[in-house]
C-alpha cells in the first residue's frame, strides 16, 4: 500500500465534501436535492465507491480515514438535511404567497338576481299555508279527463266544461285546466284528515290578452276533516287574504263549481274597487264519495286561485304579458 493511495482516498473525501457542498447548495426543488443524495450515498453513489478503496489501505491507516469517511457521510447528510428544509419552506412560502388575498383590493360587483312576482306570491302563500297546517302537494300537468274533470263531479256533457277552454292532446289527455285536479290525486293516496296546498301551471285556450294567457298559474287549497263546515272554510280564508292583502274588506259571494257545494267567489276590496281574487267551496260530497271517502263522516272545503292575479294586484301589474316577458327593466322592481 503505497501513500499516493492514501493521499488519493484522503483527497477524494475531502473533494466530495467540497464539491457536494456547492452542489447542495446550488440545488433549486427537491427532485435535484433527491437526485444528489442518490449520486453522493446511494448504494452505487460516490462514497460507496471511495469506501469501496479502504480495503486495501494498511491497516494503521484505516482507523483515520474511516474517520474521516464518517465526518464527510455525516456532513453529507446535513447538508442534504438542510437544504431539504430551506427547499420545503422556500415552497411553503411561494404557495402561501400565491394564495394571499389582497383584501384591500376592490371587490368584483356581481349581479344580484331577483325572486319574480310570480315565485314571490307562491312563497307568500306557501308560508301563510304552512302557518296555517297545510302541506305543499303537486300533480301531473298533462292529466287525464278523469283528474281534471270526471272525478271533479264534471262528466263529459256537463255545461260546466265550456267554463274552461280545454287543449287536448291526440291520445285523448288534456293539459290541465285548474289545480283541482291535484285534489283528487292527493286524496286518492292519503287518507283524511288532510289539509294540503298545491301550486302548479294550467292551460287554457284563451286569446293572450292584458289579463288573459294560455299558461297561467294557479293555487289550490284542500282541507278534509270530520267536522269542517262553510265557517272554517270562511275563517281560514279570511286569514289567509288578511296575511296576503292586509286588512282589507272582503266578501263571499254565492257562485257555481261543480266540484264544491255551496260555492262562493271572494273579492276584495283594493283601491276602492271590489276585486274578485278566488272561488272556493264545500267539497261536493260526490268528489268525496270518487275517492272513496265516507261524506257522513268527513267534509272539507277547497279554494282556488290565479298567482298572476294576486301579483298583479298586489304589485299593481297592468298586463299580465310583463310576468312572462323576461324584461330585466321589469324584473328588476322586484
Ligand atoms: N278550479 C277553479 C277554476 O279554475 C277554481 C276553484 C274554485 C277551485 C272553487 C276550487 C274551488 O278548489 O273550491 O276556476
Known sequence: ??????????????????????????????????????AYLGKKGQLGLILRGMGQLPGEERPRIGALANTVKEALQNKLEQRQSALQAAQIESVLAAETIDVSMPGVQRPQGRIHPLNGVIDRVFDICVGLGYTVATGPEMETDYYNFEALNTPPDHPARDMQDTFYLPDGNLLRTHTSSVQIRYMESHTPPLRIVAPGRVYRRDTVDATHSAVFHQIELLAIDKGLTFTDLKGTIKEFLRQMFGEVAIRFRPSYFPFTEPSAEVDVQWQGRWLEVLGC?????NVLKIVGYDPEAYTGFAAGFGVERFAMVLHEIDDIRRLYASDLRFLRQF
Open 281 to 285: 267551496g264545500m267539497v261536493d260530497p
Open 1 to 38: 500500500m503505497t501513500s499516493v493511495q492514501l493521499t488519493d482516498l484522503e483527497k477524494q473525501l475531502q473533494e466530495l465534501d467540497s464539491e457536494s457542498a456547492v452542489a447542495i447548495a446550488a440545488a433549486t426543488t427537491l427532485e435535484q436535492l433527491e437526485q444528489l443524495r442518490v
